[in-house]
């Protein structure tokens, strides 16, 4: 998968868990590189975890006070019910904890001091902060995947995606849910939907047909195309935002697709079609190419004309 999602237990933090400052300050470093572009974290018991850790702050070493910090700013934090029915004294109760998260909602790994790792050998989601690279689960991470062009595809890569991001935008320059290969997009739309503060969701696609035929056809056909997403979006309270653009180009003029989050940013190959005899390439973009992706569709310091309206929860036409 492009984005994980880990536990990482307390002691990880703590200076005296490492033989050095120097050796505490790498290793956190390099857990953080990972986490900030490709990670979410479990903040096991609905929150106590990060409680634990912040009551605790004078115990853990500035970078990785440092990182938690940046977790809860990025919002990868993510919220996990209490598992075991004792609350976490020691350390191997956090790693016992998160391993009983597992079995609630499949983790890709947990991260231990290397003191503790001994007493978890058996367990292959159990990997040592010194030893990750030994890891198969952290040496699986990958830059790029190829996953067959189906709905069902997109949804598992996308999962974590669409359960936590706070704002998503889907640009595909052919986007039209009228068209039959287009049918299954709105089951992307719908895994978004929370009990509580949905997600900001943008559509952004060409206004013109394709490149045989680009007349300009105006915001109320491009509604129209749209209206089978109203009544599914609406009723589980989510909108979405169209926005219709003269083109979407890369330098290279070549059309690009592409899912924008506040977690990560996905170069798609093709659409968020289907073609069932078909693959495709997604790979992760870095997080300056992903936040200028989104600057350059920002309509309020995009050059050129556009047109948007909203659809599903809160409609209007602009």
Known sequence: MLLGEYCLTPEIFAAASYS???????RLTHVKEALLSQGLVRDLRDGDWLAHLLDNSGRWHRRGLELVHKLQ???????????????????????????ASDRQQPLTGIVVSD???????????????????NSPWWQDRRESVILNRTTGDYLRHLDL???????????????????????????????CRRAECPPLIQLHRVWYEDSHDQRDRGCDYWRGRFRDLEKPLARVGLSARVFLWDKLQRPDKGHTRYV????????????FDEDHEACDTWSRLDRKTRDDIQRQLDPASRRGASYSFSIGHAGGTT
């Open 20 to 26: 050095s400052e120097e050796v505490c300050d790498i």
């Open 73 to 99: 700013k990025q919002g990868r934090l993510v919220l996990a019910p209490a598992a075991l029915s004792t609350p976490p004294q020691q350390e191997a109760d956090w790693c016992r904890e998160s391993l």
């Open 115 to 133: 003191a503790l790792g001994d007493q978890f050998t058996q367990e292959a989601l159990v990997a040592r902060i010194g030893h990750l690279s």
């Open 161 to 191: 995606v669409l359960r936590h991001a706070t704002h998503l935008m889907f640009i595909d320059p052919h986007l039209d849910p009228s068209k039959r290969r287009y049918a299954r997009f709105v089951e992307l739309l719908l895994a």
């Open 260 to 271: 924008i989050s506040n977690l990560i940013g996905i170069l798609c190959g093709n659409g």
